[in-house]
């Protein structure tokens, strides 16, 4: 087990507290154990490693934290020996070992001849602390690869070990590319697109997404639901279906946000940012602990934004603040509460009509929209998330979770047909929560219980659980008619403004209101076999009800559905060397129709992936790659055809390969990135009315056959400009087609990005003077696209500069 110490005696307060002892105990034997087993030991500190090689291994582990305190561990994966594990735990530390007679592992600095007696050693006082999923990250990991992740199995598995494909975006990245934005973390994934102008939509494996998750939460809306990275440690991306675990999901891929944990170490950083466009970002993050015990800890972060455009009248206002506290409420027991408020302003939206089969040639800066168009999102969350262990095998886990979403908008946009060979285009008006009464509330509960136990020669992780998800929702909207104030034509070329919004009358206002109840119990078990195998099984049930009414436009109650459905996984995976794994799974995906036609629900939406793929680890585990072959079938896919009218065709599928690679190649020297193959996704069965064949055998909206990104950094390592970094990324992008019917298509395009810092260390303190430079070549291309034709240019060059302080 990992430990918390204490040290008796004065020992520590003479110079020999240089010395560490270590006690390392295997079942009652000699800590040099001869047997190999399997480690998976995230790099971090070096205290860490060591806690968690002593929980891997079944040992008990006694040391003075001093000894360690500043040193990194480069982490630990593959079978070996608990000694081989520790020997390259310690790797070039400073620190080695020696066996006492007693059996008793001790750790000391190398540069020290500890000649005592080892079993002479003061009085020890040992407390057993288990280690909780809610322990955080060292913030001074500089590591681009993560050896295990949570999202795909909610178990801490090792990657190399799950029969699915992976990807996690660590902090490292979000701060080497001064991420601010879902699109700009997700761009490091393969096979990810973006949509709907940024605003937390995007497109996995050929199917949208507007669902994103935090800590395991589901955190939806259904107005596409802008997140900011003030808070968050590290994105884990799992590709293809995920609601076994999860519930409600789309199938292309599922995006877990794992945001900040308060630590027990005392960490300050203040970073401001400011760059193009009068951009200025403050982010703040201070944790530490508020008890001399440890047992009470706080992080607090905070983030604030404004700027302007590359588009006139464009501007930007963020704010996102994000208390919690951790309660070790015994050695066993913790509890974590979080507060999360942000509120995003977005002013002067302005998007691009299309032109014949293309987007309109006319100038990113210029707005064929209003100065007032406006849009807010705000909301507030709450979340409580418990832990206990019974023991060293079995865990009990409740969390819980509040949120409620407010989205205000006002604006007049380009809408469709497209631009008229007189260059005229007409425009729509669009508002929603006219009367300052919309929300959207979710309440989520789940419990969970996860074992460890053998049968015979098989190990088994077993994890049962059940979750609860409720959405309520209240909307009251206004546009798309007919009237003089809801619609007016201008020029792509000499475009008209309004002065003020069109004044809305009671009777154009339609309101809707329903609510989504989600039901689901699942059961999930991993196996160990002999000779490196590992299988993976689960079942869901789910249970799924929509109901509600609506007036105005749509008028009358909303047709109530209520649907059961139980969807299977499975896996394999055969780890034949440290190094590589070969895998393959099979998984179905249930999610409710998140869509109405005219009042009626859309059909509920199923799917089926098949997948399998080869991953592995080089350079002592420090990279990560994996290659990933996937044919994934959706049924029922909501169609946006046009701003009134969304339909849900037969089926679609998608089929490529992708590749995925991160980590460090040398010191110093990172890498992250991934490019996706993707020469099916088509729609396979489409009859909107039954008389023809509809969009059947066209290519999928916003689904480009060639899509990658790769990014790489280097670090100095030594010299007069130790700490001194640069780095260069490109994204690139085929063609993608606008909407469903291959009438229209966004060309192409790739960008260069840059980078350069230099650290400095001050006193305790280290500086990071930082500058980035997106889009070098000043590149002129679709940045996203929606499925009716409204798409949105991206940012030229732009500069980001940021002064970091940490302490």
Same mark, same amino acid.
């Given at each position: ?6 040290f ?40 860490t490693?060591?806690?968690?090689l ?12 001093a ?12 079978n ?10 310690l790797g ?23 000649k005592?007696d080892?079993?002479?050693?003061p ?10 999923? /809610?322990?955080?990250? !060292?913030? *001074? ?9 949570? +999202? $795909?199995? &909610? ?6 070990q799950?029969p ?18 879902v ?12 949509g ?7 497109f996995?494996?050929?199917f ?29 991306v ?35 940012q /400011?760059?193009?466009? !009068?951009? *200025? ?9 508020? +008890? $001399?015990? &440890?047992?009470?800890?706080?992080r ?13 009248f464009?501007?930007?206002e ?35 009509p ?38 060293d ?11 409620n ?18 260059s005229?285009?007409?425009?729509i ?62 020029n ?6 309004r002065?003020?919004?069109p ?6 206002i ?6 989504l ?36 436009l749509?008028?009358?109650p ?14 394999i ?14 998984t ?32 002592d ?25 969304t ?28 490019y ?14 039954g ?46 087609e ?6 229209a ?5 790739a ?18 003077a ?25 940012a030229?060059r ?9 302490y």
């Amino acid at each position: 087990m990992a430990l918390k110490q204490t040290f008796s005696g004065g020992l520590f307060g003479h110079a020999s507290a240089l010395v560490l002892g270590a006690v390392l105990a295997v079942s009652g034997t000699a800590a040099a154990d001869s047997v190999s087993r399997a480690f998976s030991i995230p790099a971090g500190s070096l205290s860490t490693a060591l806690n968690r090689l002593a929980e891997s291994g079944g040992l008990q582990l006694v040391y003075d934290a001093a000894i360690t305190e500043g040193l990194q561990s480069k982490g630990l994966s593959g079978n070996y020996t608990p000694e081989a594990a520790l020997q390259r735990l310690l790797g070039d530390s400073g620190l080695s070992y020696r066996i006492a007679e007693n059996g008793n592992i001790l750790i000391e600095r190398q540069s020290l001849n500890y000649k005592q007696d080892p079993t002479a050693l003061p009085a020890v006082n040992v407390v057993g602390k288990v280690s909780s999923s /809610f322990d955080g990250e !060292d913030p *001074y990991n500089k590591d681009y690869m993560r050896p295990n992740a949570i +999202t $795909a199995t &909610k178990t801490d598995t090792p990657l190399m070990q799950t029969p699915m494909s992976v990807k996690v975006v660590p902090q490292q990245v979000l701060k080497d590319q001064q991420a601010i934005t879902v699109d700009q973390a997700l761009s490091n994934v393969s096979g990810v697109t973006s949509g709907l102008g940024g605003s937390g939509m995007f497109f996995m494996r050929g199917f949208g997404n507007y669902n994103v998750y935090r800590d395991g939460f589901l955190n939806q809306s259904q107005w596409a639901h802008t997140e900011d990275l003030a808070n968050i440690e590290r994105v884990e991306v799992l590709k293809g279906p995920g609601s076994l675990l999860y519930g409600r999901s789309e199938p292309g891929g599922l995006v877990n946000f794992v945001t900040k944990q308060p630590l027990d170490t005392p960490y300050y950083s203040l970073r401001q940012q /400011f760059g193009s466009f !009068d951009m *200025y970002r403050t982010s703040v993050d201070a944790t530490g602990p508020l +008890t $001399a015990n &440890k047992d009470l800890a706080y992080r607090f972060n905070l983030g604030y934004q404004s700027n302007h455009s590359f588009q006139e009248f464009g501007g930007n206002e963020r704010l996102l603040v994000a208390p919690s506290l951790r309660w070790n409420i015994s050695d066993r027991t913790t509890s974590t509460l979080k507060l999360e408020y942000s509120d995003i302003k977005e002013t002067g939206l302005g998007k691009v009509p299309l032109q014949g089969n293309r987007p309109a040639s006319i100038s990113r800066a210029l707005n064929l929209g209003d100065p007032w168009n406006f849009q807010e999102d705000e909301y507030v969350m709450l979340s409580l998330n418990t832990e206990h262990a019974f023991n060293d095998a079995w865990k009990l886990r409740h969390r819980f979770n509040f949120s409620n979403h407010e989205l205000t908008m006002s604006g007049i946009f380009p809408g469709t047909p497209s631009v008229q060979p007189n260059s005229d285009v007409r425009r729509i008006f669009f508002a929603q929560n006219t009367d300052g009464g919309d929300y959207q509330h979710n309440f989520f509960n789940a419990l969970e219980l996860t074992g460890k136990f053998d049968t015979g020669a098989l190990k088994h992780t077993l994890l049962v659980g059940g979750d609860y998800y409720r959405t309520d929702y209240r909307a009251s909207s206004s546009g798309f008619g007919d009237g003089p104030d809801q619609f007016d034509t201008s020029n792509i070329y000499n475009p008209i403004h309004r002065a003020v919004p069109p004044v809305i009358p009671a009777d154009a206002i339609s309101y809707s209101n329903y609510s989504l109840p989600w039901f689901g119990l699942y059961a999930q078990d991993q196996i160990e076999l002999p000779y490196h195998v590992h299988l993976m099984g689960g079942l869901r049930y789910d249970s799924a009800e929509t109901s509600g009414t609506s007036t105005g436009l749509w008028g009358g109650p909303i047709q109530s559905t209520s649907e059961d459905r139980v969807s299977p996984r499975g896996g394999i995976v055969w780890q034949p060397l440290p190094e590589l794994s070969f895998y393959g799974s099979y998984t179905e995906n249930f999610g409710q129709s998140n869509a109405f036609m005219w009042n009626k629900p859309l059909p509920p939406q199923t799917a089926q992936q098949w997948e399998t793929g080869i991953k592995t680890e080089l350079f002592d585990g420090r990279l990560m790659a994996s290659v990933a072959y996937f044919d994934l079938k959706k049924q029922n896919v909501p169609m946006q055809v046009d701003p009134l009218t969304t339909k849900a065709i037969g089926a679609a599928e998608s089929r490529g390969i992708e590749f995925d690679v991160s980590g460090e190649i040398l010191p110093g020297w990172n890498v992250i990135g991934g490019y996706a193959y993707t020469p099916f996704a088509k729609t396979t069965k489409d009859s909107f009315d039954g008389s023809d064949a509809g969009n059947t055998g066209f290519r999928l909206n916003n689904a480009p056959k060639h899509n990658g990104s790769l990014w790489t950094t280097y670090e100095l390592q030594s010299g007069d400009f130790q700490g001194l970094k640069f780095g260069v990324g490109v994204k690139a992008l085929s063609q993608r087609e606008i909407g469903y019917d291959e009438s229209a298509q966004a060309p192409g395009y790739a960008t260069l990005n840059l980078m350069g810092s230099q650290a400095w260390k001050v006193g305790k303190s280290k500086i990071t003077a930082q500058l980035n430079v997106d889009n070098l070549l000043d590149k002129t291309y679709t940045a996203s696209i929606y499925s009716y034709g409204p798409t949105y240019y991206g940012a030229p060059r732009t500069f980001m500069g940021a002064i970091k302080i940490e302490y």
